[in-house]
């Protein structure tokens, strides 16, 4: 419970910068329309059939390019002010650090994904498709979009305080998402095509997304913790 709390305050107080200054959702959003305008102009003259294999790769493409920009300034707050070792030697299990950027990046990238499905179908009339099973879409976006997250937070946090953090996240977290995009791509096919393993494809990336998102909480504090600023590393007593 102690450690819920101080998620839910780190979480609010980024959330409450956040909303005065907008500075990562209003990037993330005008990225995703610029994206989602690309697309329509693009893709436009494809035949139905075409647009049907096409319509996944556009909707994770979008996540994975918004949720690179998104991650990537999780840590910006701290980095212009100087505060991240305040961060790191805060009276607060640094867990809850990666929980608590970890959930605002979910739900920037979750309402940029939201976008990304509301314009495609504006756009496609072939995306109807995927909105025949909602409550199994809403659940397939927020499980690719978790995945994601779980493993973009850990390595945003170490390239913090780099100034090349940008360039250097998109070369270690695109190679390192591909497995997450491929099996988002082929549940979201397989909901399009009305299949009926789609909730099955669900389920797995699901099952994936915990298990990364494990992984993250058990890696992040010695992936975090080498990138205070000195050279020092190790737990804080």
Not at 23 to 34: G, I, Q, R, S, Y
Not at 190 to 211: D, F, K, N, R
Request: proline share 4%; net charge positive.
């Amino acid at each position: 419970m102690r450690g819920l709390r101080q998620t839910f305050l780190l979480a609010a107080n980024d959330a409450r910068q956040e909303a005065r200054h907008l500075e990562v959702l209003a990037t993330a959003l005008f990225f995703d329309v610029v994206v989602l305008t690309l697309f329509g102009v693009g893709f436009a003259g494809l035949s139905a059939a075409a647009l049907r294999v096409a319509l996944p790769a556009m909707l994770w493409l979008a996540v994975a390019f918004v949720g690179t920009l998104a991650l990537s300034r999780l840590f910006e707050r701290e980095r212009e002010h100087e505060t991240f070792v305040a961060l790191l030697v805060a009276p607060v299990d640094r867990l809850t650090i990666y929980w608590a950027k970890g959930l605002v990046g979910l739900v920037v990238l979750v309402l940029c994904a939201g976008l990304q499905l509301a314009g495609l179908r504006l756009l496609f009339p072939e995306a109807a498709a995927l909105f025949a099973r909602p409550g199994l879409l809403a659940l397939l976006v927020t499980g690719g979009c978790v995945a994601y997250v779980a493993v973009g937070s850990v390595f945003a946090s170490a390239l913090a305080t780099d100034r090349t953090r940008g360039v250097l996240l998109s070369l270690v977290l695109y190679p390192l998402s591909t497995p997450i995009l491929l099996f988002a791509l082929v549940a979201t096919r397989a909901l399009l095509e009305g299949h009926p393993a789609a909730g099955v494809y669900v389920g797995q990336l699901w099952a994936l997304a915990v298990l990364l998102a494990a992984a993250g909480a058990l890696t992040f504090e010695s992936v975090m913790v080498p990138a205070r600023p000195g050279g020092r590393s190790g737990r804080r007593r």
